[in-house]
């Protein structure tokens, strides 16, 4: 086939030629997988299920039947191209998965994880050798005994590293006991399972002679020798060229991606397939600074997204279901199938036991380490290019490791349902009687644009107590994205609540790093923490962690961010659902912070602090909650606290005011359907802590001014808060006993007074902190069970 056409006007049809066709190809093939991803993703399956079946589907076995179908779209001609393709795509998303193995982590496997993955692998191999007798008894008759064995015994005995931890990941299991020694155990099996892949293709060759299987065994220890010795430490003085915080060099990159297609010419001429020289450079690649993950930024989404699903085809295209017919061949591969299940979910559960995991995680442990995928597919497809695996074989297979990857979430979901345990706690709001407890606050953040006012708030809620001390847990909100080296994040996940000190200096997240920077420069104890998970879940991590830190008060940032030309732009819906279900579900107070740059872009020192701060008082717990954080940031020498009691007219109510079309509102709801009322008894409290905080200021240096403004309207509400806009900061109770104060707002969770005062028409300077007071009477639906036993792991108070 030429490259490229003349062009349909010049009477050429563009399929016939190279270039077109292979777009063509990859066009339908991306949109049929990604389309075919959508459909199974509310039944929580990886993507790599959603390629297995479109590469299957568009084969002979579903579109592939018709003939016109087959040879327009995938023509046998096209088939070296869309091969070749498919096998740079393959090489380099290798690379990418050795890259994400680091070896020292795997050196470092406990005895358990260890024990898992031999009996993970042992046990299925003997069972696939014992399979492959049977299958050479009826359906591959005369094929070579010896790479039969071993290609069966591989393909029954790999687990897919990969997709092992995007299930987990989806599941939130990657930080439980179950998770840790699962991902340990998938990585010992992955390079076990490329050393028996290796033996496999060494003895796989056309030549009868032993010697030459030998030979190619050795040659492929020796290029492994070379890359330890030699490529290791040129790509080690190219990583420490690398500094964090500067951009890698273009030529340190192009020498990298030149080495993986070196190494995959070296041991593809050597006998042991181009895959196995690129996956050993991503291996010796050094995993700390910036130079693994920019390498990974590079070529991710051009391989995962483009090329790779073409290998799924390419394989596809030589999978026809229909092969397998017949009561025998059908009882083949039930016999597969239980001979793979059975083979690693026992020998998982007997090792598992013996080193006294608990039944029900055994069992999903054996589950988890029965998950297939692409290396899978990989040891298959060369079975049957070199003839191996006949059709039916191949199909068999196939279909094995779909069913049960397929199998693995839905299992796991039902039998390993993880209780998030907790010990019940006292302190869930800053309102407290004793103040001298610890404030424990975690503080939640997306990006770099939300740390510099977080860390500014922090600095003005430290107080000046020695006792009542502040400890606050930084939380980074990472998306689990689609991509497959979001698997990488899994470390950090791991270092959750450990303190600074404890974690490796390279593998810090730069996120933190201004924490860190915080943290030495005030008395405060700052925890860095993790929550890698989906948008649409990762509530559940921050309400479980706040529980299990015993925090009194969790900030979240505002989903919308402030433009340069004061309008507020939206981060998206997803961010929005984040903060509402963490106001449902939280089992302390929630503050949500609306940033206009309280202290500008940068950190502000403790010296350099002079911030006015407003309380408008209208009354509610929410309220109260606000003013007592607010008069704890007031102990601050730098800070001016105001409080502004709005008070109704004689014979007024502040929730019965017009809303200006003799509209009146009879009762406010929260999210939980809760009625706040300003009846008496809510009255008294809020006068009596009104007193408590009045006779504080007595007691202290604290800046506090009080003042009482009557409000007969809507309007004289809206011009009490505009006479004080010029403030720094704003402390707002979620749902205070008034009308709201838009007749439109798209922001329920702000309520009816933080609604307003976040809008682009109140201010452009001062920030917002919407407060939400943990009400215990709430119909709250709880993330963690509660227990209060003795031998429960208490997270530590203060650093050891």
């Given amino acids: 086939m030429k490259a490229t056409s003349n062009g349909a006007f010049q009477g050429e049809n563009p399929l016939d030629y190279a270039l077109p066709l292979a777009i063509l190809q990859i066009c339908v093939v991306v949109v049929f997988t990604r389309t075919l991803a959508f459909i199974l993703k509310p039944l929580r399956q990886p993507r790599v299920i959603a390629e297995i079946i479109g590469g299957i589907l568009l084969g002979p076995s579903a579109f592939g039947r018709s003939e016109k179908f087959l040879h327009t779209v995938f023509p046998a001609r096209s088939m070296t191209v869309l091969d070749t393709l498919a096998n740079i795509g393959l090489l380099f998303f290798l690379f990418l998965v050795g890259l994400e193995l680091d070896m020292r982590a795997i050196r470092r496997t406990g005895k358990k994880a260890l024990g898992i993955a031999v009996a993970g692998i042992s046990l299925p191999f003997v069972l696939g050798i014992g399979t492959s007798v049977v299958l050479r008894a009826t359906i591959s008759k005369g094929v070579n005994q010896a790479p039969f064995l071993v290609f069966m015994g591989v393909a029954l005995s790999i687990t897919a590293f990969p997709v092992l931890a995007r299930i987990l990941a989806e599941l939130k299991l990657l930080t439980t006991d179950v998770g840790r020694i699962a991902m340990s155990a998938a990585a010992v099996n992955d390079v076990a399972a490329w050393i028996l892949l290796a033996l496999a293709i060494a003895l796989s060759g056309n030549s009868t002679s032993p010697f030459i299987s030998l030979w190619v065994l050795l040659c492929g220890i020796a290029f492994v020798a070379v890359a330890i010795v030699f490529i290791r430490p040129a790509l080690a003085l190219m990583a420490r060229r690398s500094p964090e915080g500067e951009p890698v060099k273009e030529l340190y990159i192009c020498i990298t991606l030149s080495l993986v297609l070196a190494a995959g010419f070296v041991t593809d001429t050597i006998g042991i397939h181009a895959l196995f020289g690129a996956f050993v450079i991503g291996l010796v690649v050094p995993k700390d600074g910036p130079f693994a993950g920019v390498l990974i930024e590079k070529i991710e989404d051009l391989v995962s997204g483009l090329l790779l699903p073409l290998y799924f085809v390419s394989s596809g295209l030589k999978t026809n279901v229909a092969t397998i017919s017949g009561a025998q061949s059908w009882g083949l591969l039930v016999l597969v199938i239980f001979t793979a299940c059975f083979g690693k ?105 939300n740390i510099p006012t977080m860390i500014n708030l922090i600095e003005s809620s430290r107080g000046t107590r020695r006792r009542g001390r502040l400890c606050v847990y930084a939380m980074h909100l990472m998306e689990l994205s689609e991509r497959s080296s979001a698997i990488s994040m899994v470390h950090k996940a791991r270092m959750n609540g450990l303190p600074f000190w404890n974690k490796k200096g390279d593998d810090k997240d730069q996120m933190v790093i201004a924490f860190e920077a915080y943290r030495q420069l005030s008395s405060v104890t700052v925890r860095p923490m993790t929550a890698i998970s989906a948008l649409n879940s990762i509530h559940k991590d921050i309400c479980t962690s706040a529980h299990q830190k015993r925090a009194a008060m969790i900030l979240l940032p505002f989903h919308k961010h402030q433009r340069i030309d004061g309008v507020m732009e939206s981060l998206g819906h997803s961010f929005h659902l984040v903060n509402q279900q963490v106001l449902l579900h939280a089992s302390c107070s929630v503050g949500i912070l609306v940033d206009r740059g309280l202290g500008g872009t940068t950190q502000v020192s403790a010296s350099d602090v002079s911030y006015t701060i407003v309380v408008p008082f209208f009354g509610g717990q929410d309220d109260r909650e606000a003013l007592a954080y607010g008069v704890r940031m007031a102990e601050h020498p730098g800070i001016a606290l105001t409080v502004i009691k709005l008070v109704s007219a004689p014979g007024k109510s502040l929730k019965m005011m ?40 007595s007691e202290s240096t604290m800046t506090i001014s009080f003042e009482e403004r009557v409000v007969g309207s809507k309007a004289d509400i809206i011009a009490a808060l505009k006479s004080m806009s010029k403030s720094n900061l704003f402390l707002v109770g979620k749902m205070p006993p008034t009308v709201p104060l838009m007749d439109r ?13 976040a809008s682009s028409n109140f201010s452009t300077t001062a920030s917002i902190l919407v407060v939400q007071r943990y009400d215990p009477t709430a119909n709250l639906q709880s993330l963690v069970e509660e227990q209060d036993t003795p031998d429960m792991p208490d997270m530590p108070d203060t650093p050891v």
Wanted: hydrophobic share 45%; proline share 3%.
């Fill in 745 to 757: 707002s798209d922001c329920q969770e702000l309520g009816p007074v933080g609604s307003f005062l």
């Fill in 658 to 697: 017009e809303l200006g079309a003799g509209v009146e509102i009879k009762e406010i709801r929260t999210a939980n359907n809760v009625v706040i009322g300003d009846d008496e008894s809510d009255g008294e409290s809020d006068e009596a802590f009104l007193s408590e905080c009045m006779a504080r200021k």
């Fill in 345 to 449: 979910i026992v020998g998982t559960l007997v090792v598992s036991l013996i080193f006294k995991v608990h039944l029900r995680e055994a069992m999903t442990l054996g589950f988890l380490m029965n998950t297939k995928g692409l290396v899978e597919l990989i040891v298959l497809n060369i079975g049957k290019d070199r003839k191996v695996l006949n059709d039916e074989a191949f199909a068999i297979l196939v279909l094995m490791a779909l069913f049960t990857t397929f199998i693995t979430t839905p299992i796991v979901m039902t039998i390993y349902k993880p209780a998030r345990k907790a010990a019940p706690y006292k302190h869930r709001t800053v309102k407290r009687k004793d103040l001298d407890t610890e404030l424990r606050i975690l503080a939640c953040f997306h990006s770099t644009r």
